[in-house]
């Protein structure tokens, strides 16, 4: 039975997979859009605005390790290749048929 404390999981054998007040540590604002376990479930999939403007970072979290990435623009013909441009999404997120095909919409220019 669930004691109301932070330390006591709510259902037997229940794991945290996102934490967002971990996330939202040392910031002034933190939201977070969608959270999606990938067909296998050994990832997460999750987009964080960290500024208020609706632009979400895209993250993948591999569930067995822990790691965390951020996915990155990767662009050949930009003046700013070569620098951690992160991706910047819409809050919505989909997974294909199996984990190495994720869909997102990044944001136009016209705001």
Do not use: F
Not at 63 to 77: E, F, I, Q, T, Y
């Amino acid at each position: 039975e669930w004691d109301g404390s932070k330390e006591t999981p709510i259902l037997p054998e229940e794991e945290i997979y996102l934490d967002v007040n971990e996330l939202a540590k040392d910031k002034t604002y933190c939201s977070v859009g969608a959270v999606l376990p990938s067909p296998s479930h050994e990832y997460i999939a999750y987009t964080v605005d960290y500024s208020g403007d609706e632009k979400y970072e895209l993250h993948v979290r591999n569930l067995r390790s822990g790691v965390d990435v951020a996915l990155k623009v990767l662009d050949a013909n930009s003046e700013e290749c070569g620098e951690d441009l992160l991706l910047e999404v819409s809050d919505s997120i989909e997974w294909g048929r199996d984990d190495n095909t994720l869909y997102y919409m990044t944001m136009d220019e016209q705001q």
